[in-house]
């Protein structure tokens, strides 16, 4: 198994990946079935260690606005999946990109409670 960065290097603290996606008007289901707990992604992030579970919120102003949460143990393991995952994620990803408008990355959050000396 390659590794992107070591443990050592990174806080082991668990962090969120938030995405803001806006689907196509008539891509909004199929999204919503794509993203959400039990779909495909899901199953791809389920077969790496430290994966937590994925959230998907819909706007209540725009019912094509969504946004995920994925949450990881730590980055480390975040950092290991994106460093080895599979080519069924590479596909998935060109499949959804059809489904919206936009895709805007919001940022990598971690647990400040779980922050050591703060």
Not at 24 to 40: E, I
Not at 81 to 103: G, I, M, V
Request: net charge negative; with cysteine.
């Amino acid at each position: 198994m390659i590794f992107s960065v070591l443990p050592s290097e990174l806080d082991l603290t668990m962090i969120l990946i938030l995405w803001r996606f806006t689907a196509k008007s008539d891509s909004v289901d199929t999204f919503a079935q794509m993203y959400d707990s039990s779909g495909p992604w899901v199953d791809i992030f389920r077969r790496y260690h430290g994966y937590l579970g994925t959230e998907l919120h819909r706007s209540v102003d725009d019912v094509r606005v969504f946004m995920t949460i994925d949450r990881w143990e730590d980055r480390w393991s975040y950092e290991t999946f994106l460093a080895n995952h599979d080519p069924e994620y590479t596909a998935l990803d060109k499949r959804c990109q059809e489904l919206t408008e936009s895709e805007d990355f919001v940022g990598l959050y971690e647990n400040v409670t779980a922050v050591p000396g703060e």
